[in-house]
């Protein structure tokens, strides 16, 4: 068996050697990647939802050269300590093209911590990603909006600065698991929206309340990037939401600056499931 449900009817979907197959006969075909596509065409906003390929890319080679491992590696050892320890799965919501989730199986099999852990994102371009360099990890295409794992199923779930569902997080995540979210701190990239913006503005802190779920706590990882590379500075826009609203005379400031020096930062919010 695996951590995805069937899209259709909800049932848990078993893994064979070319596809995946639930009890009421539904059956999706595993990419040659081996990733499973698990989106209903009612579940999807336009024809490509989600990072295109340029995107996926940019994103890849930020942080696989290692600017946010600091925090990658706070989500690692917080995902340990609260890791289940049971059959329940472990979801990487959001996964993108798999930098936290490659990691975090690593991390977590390395430290004797044996389980089931799969990711899903909406983006086509980097579930493809994902599975292609992180072979043993099932990943799907599927929407925070219809999250393709059963219901209390989850014992761990993450989420990286993805769209946060309440709901089907509270349905997915069983009575006494961890959901771990990442949020930018008040201070996260204001270097570059110094850049960006004629009026740079600092994020809002909030401590939310998820129905269901009971803050535990919050971790404050800090850091800073200093680069002249313009190709480093490309790549750090194109990942952020600010790539989709800046005006056009803010990119063209970016993409003549010489150097980028900017604060980095995430809070980890740690709620358990009640």
Same mark, same amino acid.
């Given at each position: 068996?695996?951590?995805?449900?069937?899209?259709?009817?909800?049932?848990?979907?078993?893994?064979?050697?070319?596809?995946?197959?639930?009890?009421? *006969?539904?059956?999706?075909?595993?990419?040659?990647?081996? =990733?499973?596509?698990?989106?209903?065409?009612?579940?999807?906003?336009?024809?490509?939802?989600?990072?295109?390929?340029?995107?996926?890319?940019?994103?890849?080679?930020?942080?696989?050269? *290692?600017? =946010?491992?600091? #925090?990658?590696?706070?989500?690692?050892?917080?995902?340990?300590?609260?890791?289940? *320890?049971?059959?329940?799965?472990?979801?990487?919501?959001?996964?993108?093209?798999?930098?936290?989730?490659?990691?975090?199986?690593?991390?977590?099999?390395?430290?004797?911590?044996? &389980?089931?852990?799969? &990711?899903?994102?909406?983006?086509?371009?980097?579930?493809?990603? +994902?599975? /292609?360099?992180?072979?043993?990890?099932? #990943?799907?295409?599927?929407?925070?909006?219809? $999250?393709?794992?059963?219901?209390?199923?989850?014992?761990?779930?993450?989420?990286?600065?993805?769209?946060?569902?309440?709901?089907?997080?509270?349905? $997915?995540?069983?009575?006494?698991?961890?959901? $771990?979210?990442?949020?930018?701190?008040?201070?996260?990239?204001?270097?570059? /929206?110094?850049?960006?913006?004629?009026?740079?503005?600092?994020?809002?802190?909030?401590?939310?309340?998820?129905?269901?779920?009971?803050?535990?706590?919050?971790?404050?990882?800090?850091?800073?990037? &200093?680069?002249?590379?313009?190709?480093?500075?490309?790549?750090?826009? +194109?990942?952020?939401?600010?790539?989709?609203?800046?005006?056009?005379?803010?990119?063209?400031?970016?993409?003549?600056? /010489?150097?980028?020096?900017?604060?980095?930062? #995430?809070?980890?919010?740690?709620?358990?499931?009640?």
């Amino acid at each position: 068996m695996s951590c995805f449900s069937c899209p259709v009817c909800g049932g848990r979907l078993e893994r064979l050697e070319k596809a995946y197959t639930c009890p009421g *006969g539904h059956s999706y075909d595993i990419a040659a990647e081996g =990733y499973v596509y698990l989106l209903p065409p009612n579940k999807k906003h336009s024809k490509m939802p989600g990072d295109d390929k340029a995107m996926v890319a940019s994103r890849r080679r930020f942080l696989e050269a *290692g600017y =946010y491992r600091r #925090f990658s590696d706070m989500l690692n050892e917080l995902a340990l300590r609260y890791f289940p *320890g049971d059959s329940s799965a472990a979801v990487d919501a959001g996964c993108g093209e798999g930098y936290y989730t490659g990691r975090l199986a690593a991390y977590l099999s390395a430290h004797g911590a044996e &389980g089931p852990l799969c &990711g899903f994102d909406i983006s086509k371009f980097a579930v493809k990603a +994902a599975a /292609k360099k992180y072979r043993a990890i099932p #990943f799907a295409v599927g929407s925070m909006f219809g $999250i393709p794992v059963p219901d209390a199923s989850a014992g761990l779930l993450t989420n990286v600065f993805a769209p946060i569902v309440p709901d089907e997080f509270a349905r $997915i995540v069983k009575r006494g698991g961890t959901m $771990i979210l990442a949020v930018p701190s008040e201070r996260h990239l204001y270097g570059l /929206k110094q850049i960006l913006y004629d009026e740079p503005y600092e994020n809002e802190r909030r401590d939310t309340d998820y129905p269901g779920f009971r803050l535990a706590e919050r971790v404050p990882v800090r850091g800073e990037i &200093g680069t002249d590379d313009p190709q480093v500075m490309r790549d750090l826009f +194109a990942m952020t939401p600010y790539f989709w609203k800046t005006p056009r005379e803010g990119s063209d400031r970016l993409f003549s600056a /010489k150097r980028l020096d900017t604060e980095t930062g #995430f809070d980890f919010l740690v709620y358990v499931r009640e």
